[in-house]
């Protein structure tokens, strides 16, 4: 069994590619005081004092990655050509993560998330305004971000997919799928993860994380009852991850199945994000140490730092190697 700082010098040697649903978080902080009526509607105003933003979604995992020290990161998704996308890429560069392979679409969106949150209390306690697309990629869209991954999925030893969109409007089509399906045939040295909301079952020969919400829904879909065992088999993967929140990671292997323990946390600061940073740590760690059991203990330690600080926060090495410390073994 590798020691932590072993794995965490392993991160520095890696290059990693998240491809996907690139997004941008807006913490906006408002007055209530200054909610004062407008004079022409007469609508009360939410007056917002600061703001600030990080990398949201597939960038969420990208934020993790840096910050955990891994060598090289990069992202491949679509942005619009307006200021949520301009906001998006000074928060990639900010934080080291390399933007270059963003395809920027004129009559695309960019995904945004802005959360208000109450000056006074320090709670978000109004309805989260989200800047969604409302119609699929356009061909000429889809063939951009195919000829970025084609170009570049070779220079990178593990390959994130976050797969965010709720229906067939995110950057993750069904001919990005295949073509990760073909990196995953074609390069067997190469580990691609995939982290999918709401169509985990589409994907094959692929490590898949999904939640146990998640989990359980893609089996009542194809088979009418729940059964992990099965849908690995359906994915036509090694290893199927499903995480279960406080009580750790259920690991699905051919013919066995594993339970990887966390350390429950009573109070959680923000559990947003939990999954992102369980994704980014997890899929290092098993790049590095070969170890399902391994890597899903790291992505314990990465997801119980980070459920500790508001927002999708991240962990650093040496936030990793106190958890460890407390951490089950």
């Known amino acids: 069994m590798m020691h932590i700082s072993e794995i965490l010098n392993g991160l520095a040697t890696r290059a990693a590619l998240v491809v996907g649903d690139i997004c941008l978080d807006r913490w906006c902080t408002y007055d209530p005081k200054a909610a004062e009526p407008s004079r022409e509607t007469g609508i009360p105003r939410i007056g917002v004092v600061g703001t600030e933003v990080t990398p949201g979604g597939g960038g969420t995992v990208a934020n993790n990655l840096a910050a955990l020290g891994v060598g090289r990161v990069a992202v491949i998704g679509a942005i619009g050509a307006d200021g949520h996308g301009a906001e998006l890429m000074r928060a990639l560069l900010a934080r080291g993560i390399e933007s270059?392979?963003?395809?920027?679409?004129?009559?695309?969106?960019?995904?945004?998330?802005?959360?208000?949150?109450?000056?006074?209390?320090?709670?978000?306690?109004?309805?989260?305004?989200?800047?969604?697309?409302?119609?699929?990629?356009?061909?000429?869209?889809?063939?951009?971000?195919?000829?970025?991954?084609?170009?570049?999925?070779?220079?990178?030893?593990?390959?994130?997919?976050?797969?965010?969109?709720?229906?067939?409007?995110?950057?993750?089509?069904?001919?990005?799928?295949?073509?990760?399906?073909?990196?995953?045939?074609?390069?067997?040295?190469?580990?691609?993860?995939?982290?999918?909301?709401?169509?985990?079952?589409?994907?094959?020969?692929?490590?898949v994380k999904p939640n146990r919400q998640e989990a359980e829904a893609a089996s009542m879909r194809l088979f009418g009852k729940v059964d992990h065992?099965?849908?690995?088999?359906?994915?036509?993967?090694?290893?199927?991850?499903?995480?279960?929140?406080?009580?750790?990671?259920?690991?699905?292997e051919p013919g066995r199945q594993e339970w990887v323990k966390t350390r429950p946390n009573p109070q959680p600061v923000d559990i947003c994000g939990a999954g992102d940073s369980f994704s980014a740590g997890a899929a290092m760690a098993l790049s590095v140490t070969g170890s399902p059991a391994q890597a899903a203990r790291f992505g314990n330690l990465v997801a119980a730092v980070t459920i500790t600080k508001q927002g999708t926060g991240t962990a650093s090495p040496e936030e990793i190697r106190e958890a460890d410390r407390e951490m089950p073994s």
């Open 100 to 207: 270059d392979l963003l395809v920027t679409i004129p009559d695309f969106q960019t995904f945004t998330y802005t959360k208000l949150i109450n000056r006074e209390t320090g709670i978000e306690d109004l309805p989260r305004v989200d800047f969604v697309n409302a119609r699929p990629l356009s061909p000429h869209a889809e063939e951009q971000l195919l000829t970025k991954l084609r170009y570049s999925a070779g220079a990178f030893d593990v390959i994130l997919v976050s797969d965010q969109a709720e229906a067939e409007q995110g950057v993750v089509t069904a001919a990005v799928r295949e073509y990760i399906h073909e990196i995953a045939e074609e390069s067997r040295d190469k580990l691609v993860w995939v982290d999918s909301r709401v169509r985990p079952e589409l994907f094959r020969r692929v490590v």
């Open 229 to 252: 065992e099965r849908l690995r088999k359906h994915i036509d993967t090694r290893l199927l991850v499903v995480t279960h929140g406080a009580e750790g990671a259920l690991l699905v």
